[in-house]
T-cell receptor, first 111, second 111 residues
């Protein structure tokens, strides 16, 4: 079955540590996206990539980094520079303006 | 700027109709979407409407679009307990298929 896989589902880290969230898709989609979800604030775009080896900052990119070395994979690193990293992170993909397909999310807790 | 607004909460009785409202600001949006999010999960595309349409019906779902007022609504007929979730409207902004999401409306279905 085609889809988007995010792992792990839950992630716990100590403050000051970098952490990488995985996102893999087998839908053959060109574009991939990372969103952050906080209660009562909807979803905010962190980074997006329209093609391999290229990506752009979204609305809240500070403290995050990404790479897009393969079409199927778009990992997100939450760095120690991110002031408030505890959130629910959602990865999505799309092809040529089609609706976004979402993974099931990773809940990151930093203490 | 781009902003999508929704009321935060709606409570309906099982069997009644639910109407979830959304206002958006980008008049150039080509598509507007409704997504459903169940607890701890990603977003599931429910339906979408092209900006040159006024209405779209899909089984129990009816989407109404008023472009003049930049108002979008989702009506769920015969609401069931399984419809309890958060519903997000979203508009496409810019040229990179980026979605701007509303804050989400939590629908509670009571017996």
């Amino acid at each position: 079955d085609g889809g988007i896989t995010q792992s792990p589902k839950y992630l716990f880290r100590k403050e000051g540590q970098n952490v990488t969230l995985s996102c893999e898709q087998n839908l053959n989609h060109d574009a991939m996206y990372w969103y952050r979800q906080d209660p009562g604030q909807g979803l905010r775009l962190i980074y997006y990539s329209q093609i391999v080896n290229d990506f752009q900052k979204g609305d809240i990119a500070e403290g995050y980094s990404v790479s897009r070395e393969k079409k199927e994979s778009f990992p997100l690193t939450v760095t120690s520079a991110q002031k408030n990293p505890t959130a629910f992170y959602l990865c999505a993909s799309s092809m040529g303006g089609s609706p976004l397909h979402f993974g099931n999310g990773t809940r990151l807790t930093v203490t | 700027g781009e902003d999508v607004e929704q009321s935060l909460f709606l409570s309906v009785r099982e069997g009644d109709s639910s109407v979830i409202n959304c206002t958006y600001t980008d008049s150039s949006s080509t598509y507007l979407y409704w997504y459903k999010q169940e607890p701890g999960a990603g977003l599931q595309l429910l339906t979408y409407i092209f900006s040159n349409m006024d209405m779209k019906q899909d089984q129990r779902l009816t989407v109404l679009l008023n472009k003049k007022d930049k108002h979008l609504s989702l009506r769920i007929a015969d609401t069931q307990t399984g419809d309890s979730a958060i519903y997000f409207c979203a508009e496409i902004t810019g040229t990179a298929s980026k979605l701007t999401f509303g804050t989400g409306t939590r629908l509670q279905v009571t017996l």
